[in-house]
């Protein structure tokens, strides 16, 4: 499944505004229903989180979480997930409950999975 991305400092502003968010250890979930008809990410990871290194690696295991889940959560959705400090060290579990928990409390998450 090919990952469509935010780009535009004008997007992540606007859903920094209107969006809803979830805060955790591992993370921030932002989600804002767009107008595209389809799902976009973003990820950021900041200076707190570490070095070049440790920051892409959060974001890689970010995105790869999301890669997974995708499927699960409501299409026409923006989504930006902030990386954290823990991000880089948490056990990949625990970054699985959270974003899953957050897209809960998000109201993004679809119950019912569609049939293969």
């Not at 997007?11 to 979830?22: A, D, E, I, N, T």
């Not at 959560?73 to 579990?93: E, Q, S």
Request: proline share 3%.
């Amino acid at each position: 499944m090919k990952i469509i991305s935010l780009t535009q400092n004008a997007q992540f502003r606007r859903l920094y505004r209107r969006g809803k968010s979830v805060v955790l250890p591992t993370m921030v979930v932002y989600a804002a229903k767009n107008r595209e008809g389809i799902s976009r990410l973003g990820i950021t990871a900041g200076k707190k989180v570490g070095g070049a290194v440790e920051r892409n690696r959060a974001k890689r295991r970010i995105r790869e979480i999301y890669r997974v889940f995708a499927p699960r959560l409501k299409t026409g959705y923006d989504f930006c997930i902030v990386a954290r400090g823990f991000t880089v060290t948490a056990p990949h579990d625990r970054l699985v409950r959270d974003f899953c928990g957050a897209a809960e409390k998000l109201g993004v998450w679809e119950h019912e999975m569609a049939a293969d």
